[in-house]
């Protein structure tokens, strides 16, 4: 007999459903906190990322797969690069890129795409969120120096052995990689790669400056503040010589940055308290004046489209997973908070592995880590497990992993989890041993 899989998984669709409908306690208030918990989660990710983080990331990830080539990337980045080169660029990216776990993915889609290498670009998707420098500080001054040394240097090792690791897991898959493109890498750049620099690297600081973070300390000074209190001025001026670097490196006309400019500075002078008014008018702007060229300028447009169909509904769909299981800091979802904090306490492996764990499938956005260890800390959790939760919380979360199976498939995924948890676990435990 022989088996018709279509229709047995309609059944099994029909049943699941059914399922649902009869035991969910939907009169449970646990169960309807952990729903409400979901898009309150929703609504932090949409307010504080998705606008300043994830949409500019998804322009620099378009940008990648047509402006820069195959061959370039596979040059420096491709798995028959120099490791030394590759690896060392892949590590430290972090360093420059304040991002979370998911505003990473759209880059980190990218370069894979255009061609890296597996353990560069798994080096680059895990150091992006690990070890930017602003997260790294508030670590050394909210939880000690230790700790904050303990994670640049946890992060870095990470990033270099699991993009290792995983290069010699998959060598024969990536092998096959390299041969299928090597005959589509196609010609070099031809612009100068000086050029190529100046565009993205204006990109990169608009997306540094845009997500720059309010000062958490009243004595705080210097360059800090003073970028947090003119970010606003800064980013525009940033986007205008990216107009500008369009007009003259692109073809892009200057009649249209001038008027994209126009129309940026006049929704400043009308909402001067509302400066995302202003940000979204430029993104408009943009976008609708790429929709009226041609040639690699309409291609950008269509390849963040592109990029935003895959990554979006996969990050809002694991958010809202994330917050319905564990719910943001400070509110009950339909895990009980006290389960984590019993669990973490201590040093043993088991409550290492679990830090990891819990690490690895909560979200947490850009800096929020810090302060919610202080008060895990402060319920008793041990510095092993913080240390453990910190290597692999910020790399990892529910809605990255829905994204990263997507560009790399279940087996792949699968395996950089699993180093992530492995790795973080007996790190965190050495930790706890040594500076118990």
């Not at 420096?76 to 660029?89: D, I, N, R, S, T």
């Not at 970028?227 to 986007?239: C, E, Q």
């Not at 993104?283 to 390849?303: M, P, Q, R, T, Y």
């Not at 679990?354 to 947490?364: E, K, L, R, V, W």
Request: glycine letters at 10%; charged letters at 10%; aromatic letters at 14%.
């Amino acid at each position: 007999m022989k088996i018709n899989w279509k229709e047995l998984k309609i059944f099994g669709i029909m049943l699941a459903i059914f399922l649902a409908a009869y035991y969910i306690p939907f009169e449970s208030s646990r169960f309807k906190g952990g729903v409400l918990e979901a898009f309150y989660m929703l609504q932090d990710y949409a307010r504080l990322h998705v606008l300043l983080c994830l949409v500019p990331a998804l322009f620099i990830a378009g940008a990648v797969s047509v402006f820069i080539s195959s061959a370039s990337v596979m040059k420096y980045l491709g798995p028959a690069a120099k490791k030394a080169v590759a690896y060392a660029v892949a590590s430290v990216s972090g360093a420059i890129l304040a991002v979370c776990s998911c505003t990473i993915l759209p880059l980190f889609s990218g370069i894979y795409k255009r061609g890296a290498g597996l353990g560069p670009a798994i080096a680059f998707l895990y150091s992006g969120p690990a070890i930017n420098i602003l997260a790294i500080v508030m670590t050394a001054r909210i939880l000690g120096l230790q700790m904050g040394i303990a994670r640049a240097v946890g992060a870095v090792v990470f990033s270099v052995i699991i993009g290792l690791i995983m290069h010699v897991w998959f060598r024969k898959e990536e092998s096959e990689r390299q041969k299928q493109a090597a005959g589509f890498e196609g010609a070099e750049d031809s612009r100068p790669i000086w050029q190529t620099i100046i565009y993205f690297g204006l990109m990169i600081l608009i997306l540094i400056f845009l997500n720059w973070a309010k000062p958490n300390s009243a004595t705080a000074a210097g360059f800090v503040v003073w970028a947090y209190s003119f970010k606003w001025i800064i980013s525009a001026i940033l986007a205008f010589f990216l107009g500008l670097s369009l007009h003259l490196f692109y073809g892009f006309k200057m009649w249209k940055v001038l008027i994209s400019t126009y129309a940026v500075v006049l929704a400043g002078f009308l909402f001067p308290t509302q400066p995302l008014i202003a940000f979204v008018t430029s993104i408009v702007a943009l976008s609708l004046f790429l929709a009226f060229e041609k040639g690699e300028l309409k291609d950008w447009l269509g390849s963040t489209w592109d990029f935003a169909k895959l990554i979006i509904p996969l990050l809002f769909l694991g958010v809202m997973i994330a917050g319905a299981l564990l719910g943001r800091p400070g509110h009950e979802a339909w895990l009980p908070s006290r389960w984590i904090e019993v669990a973490v306490g201590g040093n043993s492996l088991g409550a290492n592995f679990f830090a990891s764990i819990t690490g690895a499938f909560m979200y947490f956005a850009t800096l929020t880590e810090v302060p919610i260890l202080q008060g895990l800390l402060g319920s008793g959790m041990g510095k092993g497990p913080a240390l453990a939760l910190l290597l692999s919380g910020p790399a990892l979360s529910l809605p990255s992993m829905l994204v990263i199976n997507t560009v790399l498939g279940l087996k792949k995924t699968a395996a950089f989890i699993f180093l992530v948890v492995i790795m973080s676990t007996f790190t965190g435990y050495i930790f706890g041993v040594v500076f118990a």
